[in-house]
Structure formats: C-alpha cells, structure tokens
C-alpha cells in the first residue's frame, strides 16, 4: 500500500492528534482509499478534508461518489470506523454481502477493531462501491 503525504494541514493534524496505534490503523484505512481510488476507473483525484472534525474523501472533481470519513469510535477506545452517508443505502447493501465480514454501525458505518486484521478485499470493494455510487445510481 502506497504513502501518500498528506496535502491538507488540517488533516494532516487530525491524524497526527490520534494515539499512534489508532493513527497507524487510520492511515492503513486511508491508503486503502486511496489505492482503492486510484485503481477505480472514473473516480479521479480525491479531495481529503475535514468533515465534522475527521478526515473525509470527496470525488470533487469527477463526482462519481458519496463521501467517505474515518475516525475513532468515541465510545469504544479500541475501535475505528469508516463512515458512509446514512442517507444512502450502501451500509445495507455491505450487510447483505458481508454479514460475517464486517461489523456495521447502523446505516452508516463499518466498525473496525484495533485487535483484528484488515477485512481488506472486503473493505476495498465497500470503497469503490461509494466512491462510485452517483455513477452507478444514474445509470
């Protein structure tokens, strides 16, 4: 998995606020977007920003996507999550195709534990399926 600089100081803080077991599991989280995105024909470049305080990956530029962010579970110190737009039904449909794989928060989220191993094919195809969401949805 490829380290890409992070471009964005404000992101580039948030990241360096965690606790570095949590930031090591993040960025791990975050090269998998990226990699996911660059290997996602249509996506483009991704933005990486803030949103509510965590960091977030927008397709600005193609628009083929709903947004992703990631950050700690707050109530769970052991845990992180990669958040999704509730008001879309791809949470649904991950639980459809993994529901041994993955753990979900709601409508909106895959939790992740520090303790386990990367669910990676797993997590790379919930990925690519938001990052391309508005181009499979008007067609």
Same mark, same amino acid.
């Given at each position: 998995?490829? =380290?890409?600089?992070?471009?964005?100081?404000?992101?580039? =803080?948030? &990241?360096?606020? /965690?606790?570095?077991?949590? *930031?090591?599991?993040?960025?791990?989280?975050?090269?998998?977007?990226?990699?996911?995105?660059?290997?996602? +024909?249509?996506?483009? @470049?991704? @933005? @990486?920003?803030?949103?509510?305080?965590? +960091?977030?990956?927008?397709?600005?530029?193609?628009?083929?996507?709903?947004?992703? *962010?990631?950050?700690?579970?707050?109530?769970?110190?052991? =845990? /992180?999550?990669?958040? &999704?737009?509730?008001?879309?039904?791809?949470?649904?449909?991950?639980?459809?195709? &993994?529901?041994?794989?993955? *753990? /979900?928060?709601?409508?909106?989220?895959?939790?992740?534990? %520090?303790?386990?191993?990367? +669910? *990676?094919?797993?997590? %790379? &195809?919930?990925? =690519?399926?938001?990052?391309? /969401?508005?181009?499979?949805?008007?067609?």
């Amino acid at each position: 998995m490829t =380290q890409i600089e992070i471009r964005n100081t404000a992101v580039a =803080q948030t &990241f360096a606020a /965690y606790p570095p077991d949590l *930031r090591r599991r993040l960025m791990l989280l975050r090269g998998l977007i990226l990699d996911t995105a660059a290997a996602t +024909p249509g996506v483009g @470049e991704i @933005e @990486e920003t803030l949103k509510w305080g965590e +960091p977030a990956y927008l397709t600005s530029a193609s628009k083929s996507g709903s947004t992703l *962010r990631l950050g700690p579970v707050k109530s769970s110190p052991s =845990q /992180y999550a990669l958040y &999704f737009n509730c008001k879309t039904t791809l949470v649904d449909t991950f639980r459809t195709l &993994f529901p041994r794989e993955l *753990r /979900y928060d709601g409508n909106r989220a895959i939790v992740l534990d %520090a303790a386990d191993t990367l +669910p *990676r094919d797993a997590l %790379a &195809f919930c990925i =690519q399926a938001a990052l391309t /969401y508005h181009r499979r949805k008007s067609s």
